[in-house]
C-alpha cells in the first residue's frame, strides 16, 4: 500500500490562461452532456466552475444524489476514488469520469477489501458498519454505510437492539460514536492524514490569540482536539455552524477546502485554519488533502476531452454495495433527518 503523497499538477500560467481554459471547459461539458459535481474540500476554481455550469459543490452522497436527479448522461466527479464509486453505485445507468483515479484517501487505502472481509468473517457475532470513506468492495461486505452526520443514530438504534458493533475504518470518529452511545464496538485502526494532524497544543496557542474564536471540528480529528470544539459535525454542518452560531470568527478544524463554502456561507465572518503542527513545526496550518490537490482544471479538461479515466464496479459488486447505503438512506427517511457529510468530508 503506498501511501506517500502525490505531486500536485500544475495549474494555468496566467489569469488570461486560466480563464481561456476555464471557456474550453465549459464548451466540453456541454459537447459530452455532463456535469460536474465537486467535493467540499477541491480546489476553489473547482467549485466555483461546479456553481457556474449548473453542477453542484456538496459531500459526496450528495454529489451522488444530484448526479442522480440531473439530466445529464455524464457525471463528472471531481473529489477522490471512493466519491466516484459512490456516484455509480447510485448511478449505474450513467458515465462517471473523474479527473485522476490516482486520488485516493488514507482510509480508503488503509482499509483493503482483501484485508477487511477475513476481518469480518472472524466477528460473525457483530454487525459491521462502514464509514463511507471505503471503497465499493467494503461497502458491499458491511451491512450498513454511514455518514458523520448519521453515524450516531444509526449505533443507537442497533445498540437498541442489543447489536455488537464491527465498525471501520476510522478510529476517531469510531471513538467519538462510541463515547457518546456507549455501544461495543471493534474499531478499525485507520485515519485520515489531514484530520491526524491536528494538534491540541497548537489548536490551544491559536484559541489564545483568538480568544472570542468557536472552534468547529470533524470528528474524524482526535479525541484531544474535539475536546476542544465549542461544535464537531460534518462537513454540511460545519458550513451550517460558521453560517447560524453568533461567533464572528470561527477556527476551521478540518480540510482547508471547505473554506470557499465557509465564506459564501458568511461573508462577514473570519475564518481560521486550525493548526496542524505542535511546537517547532514547519506547517502551521497544512490541512489540505494531498488526493484533493490532484483535480485541477488541467485534469479536469483532459477528463472531459479523452473520456477517461471513468469508474466502472462489477455488478454483483455495485448491488451489494448499494443494499449497504440504502439501508441507511431508509433509516435516515425515517428519522426525517438529511443526511449530511459523507466523507472527510
Known sequence: MNMSQPLVRGMPDTALDRARQIHRIKALLKKEDAVLVAHYYTDADLQALAEETGGYVSDSLDMARFGHDHPASTLVVAGVRFMGETAKILNPEKRVLMPTLDATCSLDEGCSAREFIPYCDAHPDRTVVVYANTSAEVKARADWVVTS?????????????????????????????????????????????????????????????????DVLAHPESPASVLAEADMVGSTSAMIEAARTRTARSFIVATDHGILYKMRQAAPDKEFLEAPTGGHGATCKSCAHCPWMAMNSLTTLEQVLRHGKPEITIPEPVRAAALQSVERMLAFAADQRKPVLGLGNT
Open 149 to 213: 452526520s448519521i453515524a450516531m443514530q444509526v449505533v443507537r438504534h442497533l445498540t437498541a437492539q442489543g447489536q455488537k458493533i464491527l465498525w471501520a475504518p476510522d478510529r476517531h470518529l469510531g471513538d467519538y460514536v462510541r463515547r457518546e452511545t456507549g455501544a461495543d464496538m471493534l474499531i478499525w485502526q485507520g485515519s485520515c492524514v489531514v484530520h491526524e494532524e491536528f494538534r491540541r497544543e497548537a489548536l490551544l496557542e491559536l484559541k489564545r490569540r483568538h480568544p472570542h474564536a
